[in-house]
């Protein structure tokens, strides 16, 4: 009987041994799950403002984008006026220069045949060049044509019989009228006043890595600052955005506020060459961005004449 006293005395736990309690293990899990629940709670806390940083950032250091022509809209007349700078001031030329100033987009002026013949111009006459850039240009007035990084004389490139047609010239001079007539009746000048003015050419524009500085056509620019002839800037686009390339619109800036042009096949965009109008065409991203630059001064000693065949 004293073995056994004895043998349940020995089996006693120690003084100081721990034993589980319900209540102790409820508190145990409670902790633990409240150090869970604020570790989720940090997270997604984290998550949230990073997400708003980079909003923030966005929003208030990239230029914000709004779009006066979209290429998948037709307008019969898209048009604003502003206020014009002072690069007017000293013209003499009162019947023509601007007496207001503006950007006009119009669609439905050329025809699609129209447009798909000048098209296939110029891109028969870039096929004998092209710049080693991504702007390549083809001016028939001057011949000039991008090859490598110089110009040569597309008159002088083709092969012997071959060349632009008479057709050619007959359809490249029925739209440069009829934007003549477009640009005249807006800014009300008579047409007589008004002079097709060099530069006037065919681009082509592709994601080819910049040579030289006449690639790099996504700089702001002012045309009457760049050009010295110009008091009206046109253009006629051979492509559509989104359709035959990607990137490439063209974007007025104001203050540091961008307004964007999405060239659509046919549209033809004309505007007021003054520092009004400070613009450049957004960097291409994919494909073949072709247009005709045709601009027109007031000036009758910088007038060029109408192209014909050699």
């Known amino acids: 009987m004293s073995e056994v006293k004895r ?36 997270y997604v806390l984290t998550v949230v403002f990073t997400a708003a940083a980079i909003y923030l950032k966005v929003v208030y250091t990239e230029p914000r984008v709004a779009t006066f022509a979209h290429a998948d809209r037709q307008y019969q007349k898209q048009h604003v006026t502003i206020v014009c700078s002072d690069d007017y001031k000293r013209d003499t030329f009162t019947e023509c220069k601007p007496k207001f100033c503006g950007r006009v987009v119009m669609d439905g002026i050329v ?3 129209e447009v798909d013949h000048l098209l296939g111009v110029a891109k028969m006459g870039l096929s004998y060049g092209g710049s080693n850039g991504g702007a390549s240009i083809l001016d028939l007035h ?3 044509l991008s090859k490598g990084d110089k110009f040569i004389s597309i008159y002088s490139a083709f092969p012997g019989g071959e060349g ?26 008579p047409l007589h006043a008004l002079h097709l003015t060099k530069p006037t050419f065919f681009s082509r524009m592709n994601t080819s890595e910049a040579k030289n500085i006449h690639d790099e056509y996504w700089h702001p620019h002012v045309d009457r600052q760049t050009y010295g002839s110009f008091h009206y800037t046109s253009l006629l686009y051979l492509s559509t955005f989104n359709k ?15 307004t964007a042009v999405e060239p659509r096949a046919g549209r033809v965009s004309f505007f007021t060459s003054g520092s009004e109008n400070v613009h450049f065409v957004e960097k291409l991203k994919s494909g073949v961005r072709y247009a005709i630059t045709v601009s027109f001064t007031c000036d009758p000693e910088k007038a060029i004449s109408d192209p014909d065949v050699v």
């Open 7 to 42: 043998r349940d005395k020995n089996s006693k736990k120690p003084k100081g041994s721990s034993i589980s309690r319900p209540d102790d293990e409820r508190q145990n899990h409670t902790e633990f799950r409240l150090k869970t629940h604020w570790k989720y709670i940090a």
């Open 164 to 189: 632009f047609k008479e057709e050619d010239f007959k359809i490249y001079r029925t739209v440069k009228n009829k934007i003549q007539q477009a640009i005249g009746d807006h800014f009300k000048v």
């Open 142 to 144: 001057s011949g000039a």
């Open 244 to 258: 035959d390339f990607t990137g490439g619109r063209f974007i007025f800036t104001d203050n540091g506020t961008e």
């Open 111 to 113: 025809t699609s045949e």
